[in-house]
């Protein structure tokens, strides 16, 4: 049975990079890892998305190594708005299908 | 283009009695998943299909049923609610699982669901 495991709270203050990493032991080859951002009381919100090394958008960077048993999230600059839940979510092999497993959950918190 | 709605908002259901959570796309997205998430806790996958007539079993699929007549809707069905299934139950859908670069998931807004 897959895990899909994630640091369950992580602290930081406003301005600093924050780095959280999902690991992942044994997902699909041919999937894409995702990361989602939570705020209570709503859906999870897309962030970004990757195959493998590095993928950079407007608002995060994600590291994944060629193993692929890890990714990593990095927020640069986080402000207070960043406190939140953060999910990573893989695809876990399932006969000629995938299924769309989340990690854990980190509760971001950001402090002035 | 309404993405993933899902209804009712809130339930409260009395133990043993059943109903069905409603979901539905317009974005003609392939696969559509169910995932239930605890007071404090993550998102468990319960059911999901890759198409209509499709369904497969997630992480917690004890006490649901799901089917796909057609690509738009997924419909969750609860067969006698226990108070262990009171949760947010949340919807999404995407082109595929995670094959693509864009098989993103929309999530609807959630159904709050309590079972006194």
Redesign the interface.
């Known amino acids: 049975l897959a895990k899909i495991t994630q640091p369950i709270s992580m602290d930081s203050y406003e301005g600093q990079e924050v780095n959280i990493t999902c690991s992942h032991n044994n997902i699909a080859t041919n999937d894409y890892i995702t990361w989602y951002q939570q705020f209570p009381s709503q859906g999870p919100r897309f962030i970004i998305q990757g195959y493998k090394t590095k993928v950079t958008n407007e608002v995060a960077s994600l590291f994944i190594p060629a193993d692929r048993k890890s990714s990593t999230l990095s927020l640069p600059r986080v402000s207070l708005s960043d406190t939140a839940v953060y999910y990573c979510l893989v695809a876990i092999p399932r006969g000629a299908t995938n299924k769309l497993i989340f990690g854990t959950g980190t509760l971001l918190a950001v402090q002035p | 283009n309404a993405g993933v709605t899902q209804t009712p908002k809130f339930q409260v259901l009395k133990t043993g009695q059943s109903m069905t959570l409603q979901c539905a796309q317009d974005m003609n997205h392939e ?1 559509m ?1 169910w ?1 239930r998430q605890d007071p404090g ?5 319960i059911h ?1 299909s ?1 198409g209509a007539g499709i369904t ?1 079993q ?2 917690v699929p004890n006490g649901y049923n799901v089917s796909r007549s057609t690509t738009e809707d997924f419909p969750l069905r609860l067969l006698s609610a226990a108070p262990s299934q009171t949760s947010v139950y ?1 919807c ?1 859908s ?1 082109y595929a ?5 864009t ?3 929309y ?4 159904t709050r669901l309590t079972v006194l």
């Open positions: 696969y998943s995932y806790m993550g998102l468990r996958l999901y890759v497969d997630g992480e949340f999404a995407s699982a995670g094959l693509q670069p098989d993103t998931q999530f609807g807004p959630g």
